[in-house]
């Protein structure tokens, strides 16, 4: 597995950003908001100082975030998407991840039209040669691995990969999310996202997640892709950035008690 960090939960200045994931020794960048924007919301201009920034630090971009579908349900702001697609491209990205819709009383109902927008979502991306990646979200409805499930068994066959989070999983339902639901969707699952939750977002490890137990159902299942730091929390003394430091020191030593090799 490879670490990377969604550059905004360190500082919204992108190479003010940079400079401490290479303090981190971590190469891996996933691209969200710069400035408090997304980055489908920057003029191109922006768009290639990044591109420019990740190649002169030895940056990797897996994944670029875009707001797509995080809205209410039937508002499809098909925009974003293909700026995200384009953006993803130009950085390098293989991935763009989207979301399921704002929660409605009863998500279950929103599953036809949110299958039919996902499946021209991935249509458009594959044309680029990217795929497109759901988060399991606790505002949205898809929330729970039992949700996403649910959705894959009405999408053709890797037509839409996960985002894995089971910090937002613990968040929506207060408890310890169960490590086992990881293999009922591993062969989906394109990406992953570090918090931890503890009635608040804490440092990895000191929550209810249970990462370790999350590190070996991931490793159990194969799984070989980034693992995204997004902390969520911000330290008294150093902020967000110390929040940074201290959760990879965290994920880094978690993995190497668990013998998962984390590059």
Not at 96 to 120: H, K, M, N, Y
Not at 201 to 212: A, L, T
Request: glycine content about 10%; proline content about 5%; some cysteine.
């Amino acid at each position: 597995m490879r670490l990377s960090v969604i550059t905004d939960e360190v500082d919204p200045d992108f190479d003010a950003a940079l400079r401490v994931c290479e303090s981190l020794d971590v190469r891996g960048i996933e691209v969200r908001t710069i400035g408090g924007r997304n980055i489908v919301h920057h003029p191109p201009e922006t768009v290639r100082r990044v591109r420019d920034s990740l190649a002169a630090g030895g940056f990797t971009c897996p994944v670029v975030d875009t707001p797509f579908l995080k809205t209410k349900v039937e508002e499809t702001a098909w925009a974003d998407l293909d700026r995200g697609i384009e953006i993803a491209d130009m950085l390098g990205a293989g991935i763009v991840r989207l979301f399921s819709g704002l929660r409605i009383a009863e998500p279950e109902t929103a599953l036809p039209w949110l299958a039919d927008v996902l499946a021209e979502s991935s249509r458009r991306a594959a044309g680029a040669g990217l795929a497109i990646a759901l988060e399991i979200e606790f505002v949205c409805n898809i929330a729970l691995a039992r949700e996403a499930r649910e959705l894959l068994r009405w999408l053709p066959a890797d037509a839409v990969g996960l985002v894995w989070d089971p910090g937002n999983e613990a968040k929506f339902l207060g408890l310890r999310p169960d490590p086992a639901e990881y293999g009922t969707v591993r062969q989906a699952v394109r990406h992953v996202h570090v918090k931890d939750f503890d009635g608040d977002w804490v440092k990895v490890g000191d929550g209810i997640v249970d990462w370790d137990a999350q590190l070996a159902a991931l490793a159990g299942g194969g799984y070989q892709g980034y693992l995204s730091m997004e902390t969520h929390y911000a330290t008294p003394e150093g902020g967000a950035a110390e929040a940074t430091r201290e959760s990879v020191a965290a994920l880094r030593e978690l993995a190497a008690r668990r013998g998962v090799d984390l590059s």
